[in-house]
Protein backbone atom coordinates (compact mmCIF):
# COMPACT_ATOMS: atom_id res chain seq x y z
CA UNK A 1 0.00 0.00 0.00
CA UNK A 2 1.15 3.46 -0.71
CA UNK A 3 2.52 6.07 2.02
CA UNK A 4 0.02 8.65 0.97
CA UNK A 5 -2.92 6.48 0.94
CA UNK A 6 -1.99 4.95 4.58
CA UNK A 7 -1.39 8.62 5.74
CA UNK A 8 -4.73 9.59 4.40
CA UNK A 9 -6.43 6.85 5.89
CA UNK A 10 -4.88 7.56 9.24
CA UNK A 11 -6.54 10.86 8.77
CA UNK A 12 -9.80 9.69 8.35
CA UNK A 13 -9.27 7.07 10.95
CA UNK A 14 -8.22 10.14 13.63
CA UNK A 15 -11.11 12.66 12.72
CA UNK A 16 -13.83 10.11 12.98
CA UNK A 17 -12.39 9.20 16.97
CA UNK A 18 -12.24 13.11 17.25
CA UNK A 19 -15.95 12.79 16.81
CA UNK A 20 -16.26 9.95 19.89
CA UNK A 21 -13.61 12.04 22.10
CA UNK A 22 -13.46 15.88 23.12
CA UNK A 23 -10.28 18.45 23.57
CA UNK A 24 -9.52 18.73 19.38
CA UNK A 25 -6.56 16.35 20.26
CA UNK A 26 -6.96 13.76 17.54
CA UNK A 27 -8.46 16.35 15.13
CA UNK A 28 -4.74 17.88 15.49
CA UNK A 29 -2.87 14.72 14.60
CA UNK A 30 -5.28 14.40 12.08
CA UNK A 31 -4.28 17.24 10.49
CA UNK A 32 -0.37 16.21 10.75
CA UNK A 33 -1.71 13.09 9.03
CA UNK A 34 -2.48 14.58 6.29
CA UNK A 35 0.15 17.11 5.97
CA UNK A 36 2.40 13.96 5.84
CA UNK A 37 0.35 12.44 3.46
CA UNK A 38 0.40 15.61 1.06
CA UNK A 39 4.00 15.38 1.38
CA UNK A 40 4.44 11.87 0.34
CA UNK A 41 2.87 12.34 -3.12
CA UNK A 42 6.20 14.31 -3.66
CA UNK A 43 8.72 12.32 -5.42
CA UNK A 44 11.85 12.16 -3.31
CA UNK A 45 10.83 12.26 0.11
CA UNK A 46 11.40 9.48 2.24
CA UNK A 47 9.11 7.83 5.60
CA UNK A 48 11.73 9.99 7.58
CA UNK A 49 10.51 13.16 5.93
CA UNK A 50 6.81 12.21 6.23
CA UNK A 51 7.58 11.57 9.94
CA UNK A 52 9.06 14.82 10.67
CA UNK A 53 6.44 16.68 8.68
CA UNK A 54 3.56 14.84 10.70
CA UNK A 55 5.11 15.84 14.13
CA UNK A 56 6.04 19.44 13.05
CA UNK A 57 1.93 20.11 11.36
CA UNK A 58 0.35 17.87 14.45
CA UNK A 59 2.42 20.56 17.00
CA UNK A 60 1.60 23.74 14.89
CA UNK A 61 -2.07 22.50 14.73
CA UNK A 62 -2.28 21.87 18.57
CA UNK A 63 -0.34 25.22 19.06
CA UNK A 64 -2.99 27.31 16.55
CA UNK A 65 -5.82 25.48 15.50
CA UNK A 66 -6.34 23.57 18.60
CA UNK A 67 -7.09 27.16 20.85
CA UNK A 68 -8.88 28.54 18.30
CA UNK A 69 -10.91 25.66 18.01
CA UNK A 70 -11.48 25.35 21.78
CA UNK A 71 -12.52 29.65 21.98
CA UNK A 72 -15.11 29.04 18.77
CA UNK A 73 -16.70 26.15 20.82
CA UNK A 74 -16.36 28.15 24.18
CA UNK A 75 -14.84 25.65 26.30
CA UNK A 76 -13.05 25.55 29.12
CA UNK A 77 -10.54 23.01 29.74
CA UNK A 78 -11.81 19.65 30.54
CA UNK A 79 -15.15 20.87 29.54
CA UNK A 80 -17.31 19.06 26.47
CA UNK A 81 -18.58 20.32 23.42
CA UNK A 82 -22.79 20.62 24.65
CA UNK A 83 -25.24 19.30 22.19
CA UNK A 84 -28.75 19.15 21.45
CA UNK A 85 -31.09 20.56 24.68
CA UNK A 86 -28.27 21.52 26.78
CA UNK A 87 -26.50 23.52 24.40
CA UNK A 88 -29.29 26.05 25.13
CA UNK A 89 -28.19 26.76 28.48
CA UNK A 90 -26.77 30.19 28.92
CA UNK A 91 -28.32 31.29 25.80
CA UNK A 92 -30.14 34.35 25.47
CA UNK A 93 -33.47 34.44 24.12
CA UNK A 94 -36.35 36.90 23.08
CA UNK A 95 -40.10 36.45 24.94
CA UNK A 96 -42.31 36.66 21.49
CA UNK A 97 -45.60 34.93 23.92
CA UNK A 98 -46.02 36.83 27.80
CA UNK A 99 -45.17 34.98 30.00
CA UNK A 100 -47.70 34.20 33.02
CA UNK A 101 -46.36 33.89 36.88
CA UNK A 102 -49.01 31.24 37.73
CA UNK A 103 -49.81 29.50 34.03
CA UNK A 104 -45.99 30.21 33.38
CA UNK A 105 -46.50 29.42 29.77
CA UNK A 106 -45.60 31.74 27.02
CA UNK A 107 -43.58 31.75 24.35
CA UNK A 108 -39.48 32.01 24.00
CA UNK A 109 -37.65 32.99 20.74
CA UNK A 110 -33.82 31.34 20.94
CA UNK A 111 -31.80 31.53 17.69
CA UNK A 112 -34.60 31.20 15.55
CA UNK A 113 -36.34 28.49 17.04
CA UNK A 114 -39.72 28.87 18.92
CA UNK A 115 -39.99 27.00 22.54
CA UNK A 116 -42.45 27.16 25.18
CA UNK A 117 -41.28 29.52 28.59
CA UNK A 118 -41.90 29.81 31.81
CA UNK A 119 -40.47 32.02 34.47
CA UNK A 120 -37.84 30.67 36.32
CA UNK A 121 -38.44 32.97 39.05
CA UNK A 122 -42.60 33.13 38.70
CA UNK A 123 -42.51 37.04 37.61
CA UNK A 124 -43.83 38.49 34.38
CA UNK A 125 -42.02 38.24 31.34
CA UNK A 126 -43.38 40.83 28.71
CA UNK A 127 -42.64 40.32 24.59
CA UNK A 128 -39.22 41.48 23.46
CA UNK A 129 -37.71 40.92 26.94
CA UNK A 130 -34.48 39.50 26.53
CA UNK A 131 -34.07 36.32 28.75
CA UNK A 132 -31.15 33.69 29.71
CA UNK A 133 -32.02 30.13 29.35
CA UNK A 134 -31.36 28.76 33.05
CA UNK A 135 -32.68 25.00 32.48
CA UNK A 136 -34.72 23.12 29.52
CA UNK A 137 -37.63 20.69 30.95
CA UNK A 138 -38.77 18.36 27.89
CA UNK A 139 -39.70 21.30 25.85
CA UNK A 140 -40.03 23.79 28.14
CA UNK A 141 -37.19 26.57 28.89
CA UNK A 142 -36.95 27.80 32.29
CA UNK A 143 -35.68 31.33 31.95
CA UNK A 144 -34.95 34.40 33.91
CA UNK A 145 -34.77 38.06 32.86
CA UNK A 146 -31.33 39.76 31.49
CA UNK A 147 -29.56 41.85 34.11
Known sequence: ME????WFLAAIALMVAEMFTAGFWLACLSVGALAAGITALIPGLGAA???????VSSLLSMAGLRPRLMHYFQLGPG??????VDALLGK???VTERIE?????GRVKVDGEDWRGESADATVIEPGTPVTIIQVDGTTLMVEKEL
Not at 3 to 6: A, G, K, N
Not at 101 to 105: D, E, M, N, T, V
Open 49 to 55: TQGIIFA
Open 3 to 6: DWLI
Open 79 to 84: ERVRTG
Open 92 to 94: TGI
Open 101 to 105: PRSGK
